[in-house]
């Protein structure tokens, strides 16, 4: 049996990109900056804490290896020290973004190569012709926001305004999006997501890559937090991806958390959500267990990204890969013979890096299963090498970009 699983550690980078700099993130590694300021100790910078980034299972499968390659220099080690058991390598970006859709669409086969449009880091940050069509045609008594914001901070902000007003709170960031919080209860969730259907066609001649429906719950900025009930609209792929190939190809394809929406919910046949990683880690092995010959699992873990990495969570960032880590092995023990498992992630967010944006930063790959062994694969130039990969092991004719690795 060939099944395939195709996780991704959302902003889990290693460092290392050559063309950081012009994205102004020359220097940023994620993962490496974690393991030194917990290799460090808290010292004078509040929030860090005392004891080495322990991965024992992830450094096994090529992970401490695969972060030495990418910058070209040993990062504090991770816990393990036999021989790495899994194949291993890093990934380049060739998109021209440093967003969720350009490397999702990447490790599925299709580089972007467009321009997507952004938002000025400016207040107002919005064209007064978009935010004036949608509060005539969404029927709202305004909106709150309307700039470059932390979507837990500005929902911490003006969340009681919202809640007296009626207005939805939207703000962006560097990435190409339009994000619409607003009280999952006092607004209504139904509301919420028409409102998003309005700014999506709203947005579509500016090129904005995905509105963000982002519900919250609460009474005050002291209990204000946002529901798994998020939901993404974003425009869909220009090219079929791997998942469209699986699904033309008669397979199962089942996208666990984000990952239908990346997607615009094309070459998804199943959708399994989750209150957040651990559950959807829990339902990912529910899944696999029903997966048949030739399927393919794909899996976002969201919360690197959105809890730690946009927060500059160091210390949270470092306890949520040791969670995961240690749940690792149930997913071995799972596998049966054909499988191949492949981790990677999307782009960085450097926890230790200025402002609250993802980082540009090559991204592990790690493969493994009962019959894939060891070894390097060295680096990919591109993120569509590993989707051709998957293609390969599913028997699954080629795409247009990238090659196997395996």
């Given at each position: 049996?060939?099944?395939a699983i195709?996780l ?39 929030g ?22 990418s ?16 194949r ?42 978009l ?10 008594p ?17 969340g ?15 990435d ?23 700014a ?5 001649p ?89 399927d ?82 060295g680096r ?27």
């Amino acid at each position: 049996m060939r099944r395939a699983i195709l996780l991704v550690l959302d902003s889990v980078g290693i460092g290392g990109a050559e063309d950081a700099d012009q994205f102004g993130d020359a220097g940023a590694d994620t993962l490496g900056h974690i393991a030194e300021a917990c290799a460090q100790g808290g010292g004078d910078r509040p929030g860090l804490r005392s004891g080495r980034l322990y991965l024992p299972n992830l450094d096994r499968l090529g992970l401490g290896l695969a972060a030495t390659a990418s910058v070209g220099a040993p990062i504090p080690p991770l816990g393990y020290e036999d021989a790495v058991e899994g194949r291993w390598g890093y990934g380049v970006e060739t998109s021209k973004g440093k967003d969720t859709p350009s490397g999702h669409w990447e490790i599925a086969g299709v580089p972007v190569t467009f321009d997507w449009g952004y938002f000025p880091d400016t207040v107002p940050s919005f064209p007064a012709s978009l935010t004036g069509a949608l509060i005539r045609e969404a029927g709202l008594p305004g909106i709150l926001g309307d700039r470059h914001a932390s979507g837990t901070e500005i929902i911490k902000e003006l969340g009681a305004a919202h809640l007296r007003t009626g207005k939805p709170i939207c703000y962006t960031s560097a990435d190409s999006v339009f994000q619409i919080a607003a009280h999952e209860e006092a607004f209504g969730l139904d509301r919420l997501y028409e409102v998003c259907l309005v700014a999506r066609r709203l947005c579509d001649p500016l090129n904005i890559g995905r509105v963000i429906a982002r519900p919250f719950l609460g009474h005050d900025a002291d209990d204000f937090k946002r529901t798994a009930n998020r939901r993404d609209y974003a425009v869909p792929p220009p090219e079929p991806t791997l998942c469209d190939r699986a699904v033309e190809a008669g397979r199962r394809v089942v996208g666990v958390g984000k990952i239908a929406d990346i997607f615009a919910h094309r070459g998804i046949t199943e959708v399994v959500k989750g209150p957040d990683d651990d559950a959807l880690f829990t339902a990912s092995l529910d899944a696999l267990r029903t997966l048949g010959d030739g399927d393919l699992m794909f899996i976002n873990l969201v919360e690197f990204d959105s809890l730690y990495g946009h927060r500059r969570d160091v210390a949270g960032y470092a306890g949520a890969l040791e969670a995961f880590d240690r749940r690792l092995p149930e997913l071995e023990a799972a596998l049966e013979p054909g499988d191949l498992v492949m981790i990677t992630a999307d782009h960085g967010n450097d926890p230790t890096w200025r402002g609250t944006d993802h980082t540009r930063e090559h991204v592990p790959i790690l493969v493994f299963g009962p019959d894939v062994g060891g070894g390097a694969i060295g680096r990919r130039d591109t993120f569509a090498d590993m989707g051709e990969t998957i293609a390969a092991h599913l028997g699954l004719a080629p795409g247009r970009h990238g090659t196997s690795f395996l």
